[in-house]
Structures are given as C-alpha cells and as structure tokens.
C-alpha cells in the first residue's frame, strides 16, 4: 500500500486484501502446481468490482486511478503473484489502452462489458522476432474493401483465454509503413489460439500463441488510428499496464518475507529460534528495507501519473527496480527455508519463479534501461 | 448470605461448582429447577438447595425469578456453567441485578478479602484478570474442575414456587447422536481440521483414536461450517476444554480459538504439512509431513509399541 | 420492520505488540468485531424491501471510523453513541447504553448481536439487553428466519438440536455459521460514504457516565505463551519420525 491513503482507499484495500486472504490465498498453491487457469478467482474479482478500477464511470467502471489499481494488485500479489499478474492485464492494461484509443462506440462496446467482467481482455504484441523487435514483425493488416484482413502469429499473450484481444498489426497506407491495432473477438473466423505454453513462473495464467488465418476485421473494430494504432494503445496503458506488474511484483516479495518471517518464528535449528540467529535476521530486515525502497519508487510514481506528470523515464525505472528487487528478494529469502524451501508441497518457491517472470513481462528489464539510457543521454 | 450460590442443572455439574466454591473457602447454597437434582445435591452443598417449581422445564426461563432469589438470599458470588443455557440465565438474570457478569472464568483465586477471576480474551491470544467489586454473576467451565466429594452434613432443601419466562418455546428437539467415548473423560483424543480433505478420511482419526483407546474431536469450521462432527465435539475457546493426557492434532493450523481449549492437555502432538503452521509452537511434539502418510505409519508403531516390539 | 443489529469496534489482536514489558495496542488497528460482520449478514438475510437495517454501536471516536465499513456492508444507516470512556466499559454498561439507544430509536421489531464480541467474547450484551428492554431472546443461533410476526431459530445445547420460535419484538444473537459475511464489492464500499452516520450521546440518552463504571477492576492483557516442548521430529524419513514420536510418547507415560 502507499503510505498515503484516504480513508476510501483505504477501505478498497481492505476489500482486497479479504479476498486475497480468504479467497485466493487458499487457492495459490494449488494454482501454481495444476497450472489450471483460476476462472473461479478471476470471476470472483469481477464480482467485487475490480474489473472498473480504471475505467470511466459512464462505462460502468469506478474511476479509482492507478494508486488505488496498484494497492489493490499489490494485496493480491502478496497471496498470488500469478493472479495479479494476470488481473493487472485486465484491470490497468487493457481497459486504459481501450479508453485511450477507442472511439466512444468502441468504449461502450467493449468497456462497459469488461468492467462488469462479462469480457475478460488481452493484449498481444510479442511476435517470435521479439517484443521491441516491430520492424521484423509479420503480422499484417491489409486492407479489404473498407474493412481489414488480419494474418500472422503472435506468441506468448498473457492471459490466452480472453474473450477480446487488442492486436497488433503491421500497415501501410500509400507506401507509408506504420504499425495499427486490431480488436479481434473469440470466435472470428480464422481466429485460432494455439496451445497454452508450460512456464516457470506465472502458471495458471494461460500463455497462448494466436494465429490470425485471413481473420476479417470489420472497419469499427479498427483502434486508433491505421498508422498509429500500436503506439496508441501502449502509451498510457502500457505505462499503467507495467505500474500494475511492479504493484503485483512488490505483493509477491511481501508475500514471501510475510511467509517467510513466519517460518522462521517457528523453527529452531541448533537448539535456538531460527529468528536468534543474526544473519538470518539481516536477511529479514534487509528485504523489508529494499521493499520499501521499492514502494516508495512505485506509489511516487503513481501519484506523479495521477497528478498529469507523465514521465515515462519514472515507470521505466519502477518497472526495473522494482521487479528486480521483488525477484532479488524472493530468491534470498527462499535460502531462509533451507530444504522445505526446494520442495513442491511447500508451495513458496512460486514466489521467486513467479517474480522471476516480471523481469521479462510487458518489457525486460534491459528494455527499459535502453529506454532511460536513451533519453538521460540525448 | 455470605458464600457462594451455585446453578446447577445436573448433579455433576452442580458438584463441579461446588469445588470451584469451596476452592474459595466460601459456603456453598444451590438452586435447580430438577427435583432429582435437587436432592442429589443436598449430599454436596453445605447450605440450603434451592429447588425452583414452575411450569418450563428449562433453568434459564427462571431468570427472573433467580434473579429475585439471588436479591433475596445476597450471595457473595454466583457460579454457573458456561454453557449456552447457563450464559443466558446469567445474563438476563445480571441485567435483572445490574451486576457484573465475569464469563468463562478459566482461574477463581481469593486473597481473603477480593476473589480475581482470569479469563481468555482476543480470541485466547491474551489473558486478563478481573478484581470482582460485590456481588458478581460468574460463568465457569465445569469440565476443568472435579466433582465435590460428598459434604459432612446434609443441607436443608427448600421449594420455591418460580414463574418462567415461556415467550421462547421450544418447538422440536433432535438428539444429535454421539460417536465414541466423550471428550470430557477420554484420555487420548484425536483433533481433526481442515487439513483433513474428506469426510471419508475420518476414518482414519477414528482409527488411530482406535488405537490410542480415545475419543475424536475437531476444530470450530469442521463442526459448524463442514458439519463433519456435531458442534460438541470441537474444541476450542467457545467449544470443549480438554484435559485428556495427550492431544493429538491432525491437519489443525493451531489458531488460537482452538488452542485456547488444550491449555489442561499434558502432551500435545501436532501433524501438519506446513512447517509455519501456529500449531507446532503449541505442540510439545510435531511431525512436518503429510498426515496421510505419517498417520498410518503411527498406528502401525503404536500397536507393535503395545505388544512389545 | 426496523432491525437493529448491534456491532462492537474491537483492536485487531494482530495489530498488538507483545513484548517481555507487556502487551502494546497503542497502534493497533480497529476493525468490526469478527462474529459481528456474521451479525450485519444475517439482519441484512432477513430484511425484505421495505424492513429498514439500522446499525448500532457504543464506543469511542473509532466507532465513527468503521462505520463506513458496516455501511458498506448492507445497513441503511449507523448509529453510534460515542463517549471516551466507551473502552473500559464492561457487558452491563454497554448494554444499558444499546438498550437506551434502541429505546431512543423507537419501533425496533428485531435485534440481531453476535454470540459475542472478538476481544472480550463474554456472550453477555445480547440477552442483558433483552432483559432490559423485557424481550424475549434466542442465544447463539445456527440458523434463524422470520415468519411473518414471529422468529424461529436453531441451535445446538449439549449434543441436542433445539428448534425455537417467539414472537417479535425480540432479541437474537447468532454465530458465525448463521450468516457467512460476504465481503463487500467496490460498489458498496464507495455508496457506504453516502449513507447516514448519526451521532448519540450519553446525556441524549440519559445516561451518565459514573454509572457506566465498571464494576470489576480489569488488570492488564497478558500474552497467553503455550510452555510447551516444541520438539520437531527431524524431516525426512517418516518412519524414523513417527518412531522418534512414539518413544517419546512411551517416556512420557501417555502411551499405554
């Protein structure tokens, strides 16, 4: 949570940190090890209302802005880091891109279902020349008639068991080259989904390959502009998409030392609590001290997005350092558990495999230093 | 009246209190609305048994009518037990006496002068004294005190004719049918919580129970949210106390509210998969493991421990 | 029909820091007592359309902060009487101050307590108030519905399942298992910060707070530390464990 909430906030958080202790929790073990999509879960937070965190309220979203998004991912982080992860592209990607890009026709098509949870939404940029790599992209939208023909393969879209997907899709318009998206529905014609993919971290979130067979894309479900489509849709939700997965990832390293202080509250090794021993309290404080370091980063950062301040180099920086702490402490403290720490019936090395996954997710880390680099050095 | 009045719905209960009385050096009087009650306690009380006559046959329908006795005879204490029955006698009849209510005393010590009552508070997480200031309405569980021996003397037995409060009417009784040895004289006894995945696997609680010639009990959610076990049967700091030699706790996180109810227990075990589980720190031994596993294997080691192997 | 459902704002106990100097709860956290949350659920499970669920409450300035949570949670309005002393006040005291208040509110058809309160969980504030204000009461009810003018309750009394019924006016305290307290959606969340909050006090009531006062003197909250053994069997091989656990259990003398 940020250490500056009103009192409504405040009571949001509550509701979610309920459902991540009595709901979810329960169920995160389970998740990661059947690798079995939580569809149960994901309805439930539809039910309380998460689904409109970002979503206007002439949608039928709550309009709560991206601090309260992230306190409330935060809370389900620290149950299931998959879970949130796979809300976050639901709640603080998908629905920002559509607000951004959409037209109102499109906006109360596809956000006022979304919020109600009647759509469960997805993004899908990533081609297996790589994510950043667009030039060499394959994927095409070619015109047809008025409307659109959409052909290619997209590989490792979160959350593969969407009902609408937001597409991106290589133009050209008069010879000039540009980069469009797409809204494609379950169930078009030549719209397939491919095989879920078996992850190290993340599982249950079903990781799908999309393949587009002359999938017709009617004119209105065309997003933003042909040209310009991409770079619309993952301006702000892209930055608020990655806000979401740092507050998932910064759950997830709470989660772990919260469990993790526990175990070692009960355990005695060499005749003395675990919680005697001084390096193993080091470890301890020293993960409460980077998580901290990390929040702070966050929730300045989200504040600085709600207040206009807009400073992509801010998000790029959080997307870094605070996933890469998340990881840095889950793999510290998973030593704490020794050899119970390895074992599956655990169930709390997902932590760090989970975290392990933000380093790559909806940009590297490395992308993001290029980023930065690129802008402190022109 | 100086000494204690004690509610007695059943002899033996009546007895428990009667020890919890005389633990306090104070003379002890009782009042029943049974009248095999109420002569089976004048071998106990070394006062006065009180027998209420009137037209319910459940004591807490006669809280006005105690609440005028107790006015009347001005006891310095009242003891009842803390059962669902005893705690609303005792609170409408405090209300009726604007006096205070100390409910499920778990220690009643007196310095000669003040009775201090102990009692679990925050879930059994913490433990507070009370300072008692006059005449004070007492709920105490009797399964944690003995029976009073018989008294050298054999008290007087008055009937009082009392008017009961018959708004509530009990419409229907269902006696919920009691599987094995009962957890107040069971010397061994197996807890089962929600580590346990199948109603089905009960058999395997009720079979090392077999073997440990004990009684199978449970926490809270098995009893009132699985219906696994009837609600006597969970144990906790609103359900049984226990006092049984050794406590053996299956797949139980070990929360307070539970823990609470082993504090008389001599030896507890825990098995649990979850090495962070609260339990293992009120347990004197523990197993991490699966109790599907470690059980069976118990059963087998107790038995050949038995026949000398 | 107007339901008042009764509430306590008790200190998380996890929120309290125990220390070899003692038990801290200057920063702990307030929250709706636990079986209370049951309570709300349950009178909010028997109101129909046009029964109104009024939500009462004694306590001090932290009573005005849950009150969003409660309002968030079903009732119409929250009455809280608030005076600082409302901490140290015993089972007699408060429920003098609720049955004052439901006497002030007037026309009270039902009132719904939990079985008790997750501090001090005396049982006691449900029936007190029934015999103060002459209703009938049911304690500690599994189940509970209302028939037209008359409510029915079950409940389970030393191994026996009891099915009860009274006419209203009455008092009803439940446990948990009567009501499963959902937790609130968003939506209810942001509408409780529109619904009423109104404010009593003692003098309103024509109570004072001398006669509130305790009648016990409470001493100081002591952790409850179970001295037990904690001897874990070493992982592994569960057969050496479990004959680790049965030679103890032979020395001990607990194995026959």
Known sequence: MSHFLSDEQVRIRDVAREFAQVEVSPRAAEID??????????????????????????????????????????????????LAGMLSVQIALCPVSMNTAGTPEQKTKYLVPSASGENLMALSATEPSGMMNTAAHQTRLTPDGENYRLNGLKIFCTQGSATVYIVGGRTSVDGQEGYGAAIVEKGMPGFEVGKYENKLGWRGSNTGTLIFTDVLIPRENILGGILTGLGEVSGLGGLTGNLGHCASALGCAEGMLAKTIEYAKGRELYGQPMTALQPITYWLSEAWVKIEAARSLLYTTTRMVEEGRIDPNMIMACKVHVCETAFEVCNRLLQVWGGHGMMNDTGVHRYMRDARVDLIAEGASETMLSGIAQSILA | MTGALVVADTIEGGRRLITVAAGLNLPVSAVTHDPTVATGLTDYVSDVVYHLVGSS????????????????????????????????????????????????????VTDGTRITATRLVYGGSFEREEQLGGLTIVTVPTELHHPAAASATTA??????????????????????????DLASALAIVGVGLGLRHRDDLSLADELAG??????????????????????????????????????????????????????????????????????????????????????????????????? | MNIVVCYKSALEETSMLVSSSGVDATRARHKISDYDRNAIAAGMGVATETDRVLALTFGGLEAKKTAKDVLSRGPDQVYAVIANDAASADGAATA?????????????????????????????????????????????????????????????????????????????????AAAEAPIPGLKAVLAAGKKPLTEMTLAELGLDATSLAPKTSAGPLTAVLASRKRILFPDGDASSQVAGLVGALVKEGVLR
């Not at chain 2, 009937?159 to 040895?181: F, H, I, L, M, N």
């Not at chain 2, 926490?219 to 050794?246: C, F, H, M, N, Q």
């Not at chain 2, 098995?271 to 197993?287: H, K």
Request: with cysteine.
């Open chain 2, 57 to 108: 046959d459940r004591l807490h329908d006669y809280y006005s009518a105690f609440a005028g006795l107790v006015r009347d005879r001005q006891p310095d204490l009242v003891l009842i037990a803390d059962t669902v029955p005893g705690r609303e006698l005792a609170a409408m009849s405090a209300a009726q006496l604007d006096v205070a209510l100390v409910s499920g005393a778990t220690r009643l």
């Open chain 2, 211 to 309: 073997a440990l010639d004990g009684a199978v009990a449970c926490t809270r959610p098995v009893a009132e949210d699985r219906g696994w076990l009837p609600t006597e049967r969970y144990i906790g700091i609103s359900g049984a106390k226990i006092t049984s030699d050794l406590y053996v706790a299956l797949g139980i996180s070990g929360q307070t509210q539970h823990t609470a109810g082993l504090r008389d227990v001599k030896v507890v075990v825990a098995i649990n998969s979850d090495p962070a589980a609260p339990i293992f720190a009120a347990a004197d031994y523990g197993i991490v493991g699966d109790l599907y596993q470690i059980v069976p294997l118990l059963i087998q080691a107790i038995e050949d421990s038995r026949h000398g192997q």
């Open chain 3, 96 to 176: 003098k101050v609720l049955a004052a208040a439901i006497r002030s509110i007037g026309d009270v058809d039902l009132v719904v307590c939990g079985e008790g309160s997750s501090d001090s969980y005396a049982h006691q504030v449900g029936p007190r108030i029934a015999a103060l204000l002459s209703m009938p009461v049911m304690s500690e009810l599994s189940e509970f519905s209302v028939e037209g003018t008359a409510i029915k309750g079950k409940r389970t009394v030393g191994g026996v399942t009891e099915f009860l019924c009274a006419d209203l006016p009455a008092v009803a305290t439940v446990l948990p």
């Open chain 2, 156 to 181: 007087e037995r008055v009937t009082v004719e009392a008017t009961a409060d018959q708004r509530v009417t009990v419409t229907k009784r269902a006696t919920v049918t009691r599987s094995g040895p």
């Open chain 1, 33 to 82: 090890n059947k690798d079995e999509f939580p569809a149960d879960l994901v309805r439930r937070a539809a039910e309380l209302g998460l689904f409109g965190l970002m979503i206007p309220q002439e949608y039928g979203g709550l309009d709560a802005g991206i601090t309260t998004t992230c306190v409330v991912l935060e809370e389900i982080g620290k149950a299931s880091p998959s």
